[in-house]
């Protein structure tokens, strides 16, 4: 599409200025933000999150092979959103030993597997040395395997397991096997969730302090939204903002990836789920908000894969990957596949319209 035609068509959804700065390169602004969440015409959104899209990525659509492993559901956390959370002696709790969690890496041995990406709930009882353990027993299985592992409230707590700042538990961690950290448990920064729904959990200020230690200790980080509860557009726009904020400080994130609320078997059974609609227009503001992010990721375990595919047009250039055997969303009521095999994948991306690249966690191509 011409930058005339996308103009124009922006005008006559009432965006003009907004895609006006979008075409020039220059940085939306919180109430732009705002105004792209409310605007009624979401395919206008879209369009102006496929401009950026492909002017950073062309037709190009990144996946990789890899492996979830939930090591433990027991957690102190109590967040009102999730289903996965068990406390010891309830039905389903379980906690993996290493030998456990070798054997899941072990399983996939034949598989071309280049990642595990590897989290859990919060339990104060699991000592230090477990998640060094874990982490060596999964070296020791798959040498060549990347380690993407522990959110930043997992790795609060590991630290104060550890009684030492997180300064010197990274490095550790890094010696074990440690490769990169995931985007999760960000859910949503602002104070007032917080306080609702998930109040023993750490602060937005404290994830993104977490976040800028992981990244000064040479780690890159994903990062995440946990959208459609309830939160509100301004709050949203904070969130995203304030990730903004931190990598223009230190360029560690490389993926940004929204997250929509799966209500099923919650306390929040109640609140309804976003819609596909939803979850477009959430990824399309993630690509326009956050310009210093190199990937935007339409994590297809959570979508109908058709939402997945859409996305790719609104936004995204990343679906993540192969995944076999996916706990959290699935306790939640996801109703996707657990595991998908490559060569579906990669057809579920040329049906898009794009083209798949494989790409390790770091996205260099396989
Ligand atoms: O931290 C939990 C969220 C996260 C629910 O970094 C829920 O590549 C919706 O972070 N409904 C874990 N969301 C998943 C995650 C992730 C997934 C894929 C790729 C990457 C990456 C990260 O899921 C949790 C929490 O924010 N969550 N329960 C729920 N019922």
Same mark, same amino acid.
């Not at 034949?110 to 009882?125: C, Y």
């Not at 409230?153 to 096997?177: F, N, S, T, Y």
């Not at 976003?274 to 690509?287: F, S």
């Given at each position: 599409?011409?930058?005339?035609?996308?103009?124009?068509?922006?005008?006559?959804?009432?965006?003009?200025?907004?895609?006006?700065?979008?075409?020039?390169?220059?940085?939306?602004?919180?109430?732009?933000?705002?105004?792209?969440?409310?605007?009624?015409?979401?395919?206008?959104?879209?369009?102006?999150?496929?401009?950026?899209?492909?002017?950073?990525?062309?037709?190009?659509?990144?996946?990789?092979?890899?492996?979830?492993?939930?090591?433990?559901?027991? /957690?102190?956390?109590? /967040?009102?959103?999730?289903?996965?959370?068990?406390?010891?002696?309830?039905?389903?709790?379980? *906690?993996?030993?290493?030998?456990?969690?070798?054997?899941?890496?072990?399983?996939?041995?034949?598989?071309?597997?280049?990642?595990?990406?590897?989290?859990?709930?919060?339990?104060?009882?699991?000592?230090?040395?477990?998640?060094?353990?874990?982490?060596?027993?999964?070296?020791?299985?798959?040498?060549?395997?990347?380690?993407?592992?522990?959110?930043?409230?997992?790795?609060?707590?590991?630290?104060?397991?550890?009684?030492?700042?997180?300064?010197?538990?990274?490095?550790?961690?890094?010696?074990?096997?440690?490769?990169?950290?995931?985007?999760?448990?960000?859910?949503?920064?602002?104070?007032?969730?917080?306080?609702?729904?998930?109040?023993?959990?750490?602060?937005?200020?404290?994830?993104?302090?977490?976040?800028?230690?992981?990244?000064?200790?040479?780690?890159?980080?994903? /990062?995440?939204?946990?959208?459609?509860?309830?939160?509100?557009?301004?709050?949203?726009? @904070?969130?995203?903002?304030?990730?903004?904020? !931190?990598?223009?400080?230190?360029?560690?994130?490389?993926?940004?990836?929204?997250?929509?609320?799966?209500?099923?078997?919650?306390?929040?059974? @109640?609140?309804?789920?976003?819609?596909?609609?939803?979850?477009?227009?959430?990824?399309?503001?993630?690509?326009?908000? *956050?310009?210093?992010?190199?990937?935007?990721?339409?994590?297809?375990?959570?979508?109908?894969?058709?939402?997945?595919? *859409? /996305?790719?047009?609104?936004?995204?250039?990343?679906?993540?990957?192969?995944?076999?055997?996916?706990?959290?969303?699935?306790?939640?009521?996801?109703?996707?596949?657990?595991?998908?095999?490559?060569?579906?994948?990669?057809?579920?991306?040329? @049906?898009?319209?794009?083209?798949?690249?494989?790409?390790?966690? !770091?996205?260099?191509?396989?």
């Amino acid at each position: 599409m011409t930058a005339e035609r996308l103009l124009s068509r922006a005008r006559r959804a009432g965006l003009g200025e907004i895609a006006e700065k979008v075409v020039a390169r220059e940085r939306l602004s919180l109430e732009d933000g705002v105004a792209l969440y409310r605007a009624p015409d979401v395919h206008a959104v879209g369009e102006l999150a496929n401009w950026v899209r492909e002017r950073r990525h062309g037709d190009l659509a990144y996946f990789n092979v890899n492996q979830h492993i939930n090591y433990t559901n027991l /957690c102190n956390k109590l /967040c009102r959103f999730c289903a996965f959370q068990r406390l010891p002696g309830q039905e389903g709790a379980y *906690l993996m030993t290493p030998e456990q969690v070798a054997e899941k890496i072990r399983a996939q041995l034949h598989e071309p597997v280049t990642e595990v990406h590897m989290v859990a709930g919060v339990w104060p009882k699991i000592p230090y040395e477990y998640y060094l353990d874990i982490l060596r027993a999964v070296k020791a299985v798959r040498p060549q395997i990347h380690i993407k592992a522990f959110t930043m409230v997992e790795l609060d707590q590991i630290a104060k397991k550890a009684r030492k700042p997180l300064e010197e538990v990274l490095p550790e961690l890094i010696e074990a096997g440690l490769g990169s950290v995931p985007g999760g448990g960000a859910e949503v920064f602002s104070e007032r969730v917080r306080q609702e729904t998930y109040h023993l959990k750490n602060s937005g200020d404290e994830w993104l302090e977490i976040a800028r230690k992981v990244h000064q200790a040479g780690l890159r980080s994903n /990062c995440t939204m946990l959208h459609g509860h309830i939160e509100t557009p301004a709050e949203r726009v @904070d969130h995203l903002d304030r990730l903004r904020l !931190l990598q223009d400080e230190t360029g560690g994130f490389q993926t940004y990836i929204p997250l929509s609320f799966h209500p099923d078997n919650s306390e929040m059974a @109640d609140v309804p789920a976003p819609t596909a609609l939803d979850e477009l227009r959430e990824i399309a503001l993630g690509r326009l908000m *956050l310009d210093n992010i190199q990937h935007v990721k339409a994590y297809w375990i959570l979508m109908d894969v058709p939402v997945a595919q *859409l /996305c790719l047009s609104y936004g995204a250039d990343d679906v993540d990957g192969t995944v076999v055997e996916e706990k959290i969303y699935h306790d939640a009521g996801a109703t996707t596949p657990q595991e998908v095999q490559r060569e579906e994948l990669i057809q579920w991306i040329r @049906d898009a319209g794009r083209i798949p690249i494989e790409r390790d966690t !770091l996205y260099g191509v396989v």
